[in-house]
């Protein structure tokens, strides 16, 4: 695949980066309208009959605020992870919310409900830093450089424990799944395959 990226993938990226959004914002105005009725799909740690429920958290939202604080992060990242294809894209997506969900469920304080698609968030930005890298592609190690210059430093204290209420586990666990999406999916290189020798007239190998 070349390092550039074609006028089709923009598209691409930008109506799946759409989508996302609007799924996310259309889950938010169903649990508004039913009382927040949907946010006991949250993950609630430690509990077998949570472990689904990573699936869904990071579609839910404690309220407008917190929902807005992630649109943007998650529309840009989004949209620049989205660059190299859709479907690689989803499976990072999952693999995200998989490692996420799942470090949260094995580790955030019992009786705790944690919802938000800062998981997502955390887990592109990992995956952006890494990608170029793991793909060796220039353009990709450039994008991943300004990802840190925009967002290093707020996204740096958002791993650590140091905001009461906000799942720092959540961060961290997102961070690692964009991490290992970004060594499990990157481009496969050819193989070299060496041409079978073919015999001369005579019997005897051609090298």
Known sequence: MSSRIS????????LITGVLIGAVWVVQAINYATDDSLLTHGV???RADELPDILTAPFLHFGIGHIVSNTLPLMVLGFLAALRGVARFLLVLLTITVVGGFGVWLTAHSGSNTAGASILV???FGYLIVRGFADRRLLDVLIGFA?????GSSFATGVLP???GVSWQGHLFG?????IAAVA???????AHRDTPQPSPDGLPII
């Open 122 to 124: 955390f887990g592109l």
């Open 185 to 191: 999916f990157r481009r496969r290189r050819p193989t």
């Open 175 to 179: 961070l690692i799944g964009g991490v």
């Open 7 to 14: 006028i089709s993938g923009v598209r691409d990226a930008v």
């Open 44 to 46: 609630t740690p430690r």
């Open 147 to 151: 990802v840190v210059a925009l967002y």
């Open 162 to 164: 140091l905001a009461e």
